[in-house]
């Protein structure tokens, strides 16, 4: 089992960057994949970017390519998503997520076992 904290968002403008954080605690050796989602409000949890632990594979959804950019440090043990070009639609609690277990639907919050808190992104137009 593992404990994530999330931290880097804010308050910025359209066209600006943020980078968010994820810090990794406890036993890493036992998650497969970690995950960004987000959630704005009155809507469900989105998947954003996700990295496979091992292989450092990542992967997007079509509407952030380009935009957002999902890395890890395995020294740090954290995992960072660089959001580039911010959009107001982009507002929402962003949250890093850990799966535990190989599964074909990675893109679903269900696939994931272990979650942060959630850091808030509000982007201005």
């Known amino acids: 089992q593992v404990q994530l904290v999330e931290s880097g968002g804010g308050l910025v403008q359209a066209g600006d960057s943020l980078r968010l954080s994820c810090t990794i605690s406890?036993?890493?050796?036992?998650?497969?994949?970690m995950g960004w989602f987000r959630q704005a409000p009155g809507k469900g949890r989105e998947y954003v970017a996700r990295?496979?632990?091992?292989?450092?594979?990542?992967y997007y959804p079509d509407f952030v390519k380009g935009r957002f950019t999902i890395s890890r440090d395995n020294y740090k043990n954290t995992v960072y998503l660089q959001m580039d070009s911010l959009e107001p639609e982009d507002t929402a609690v962003y949250y890093c997520?850990?799966?535990?277990?190989?599964?074909?639907?990675?893109?679903?919050?269900?696939?994931?076992?272990?979650w942060g808190q959630g850091t808030q992104v509000t982007v201005s137009s």
């Open positions: 997520a850990a799966a535990s277990r190989a599964g074909p639907l990675l893109t679903s919050p269900h696939a994931y076992d272990t």
């Open positions: 406890g036993r890493t050796s036992s998650t497969y994949a």
């Open positions: 990295i496979m632990w091992n292989t450092g594979s990542v």
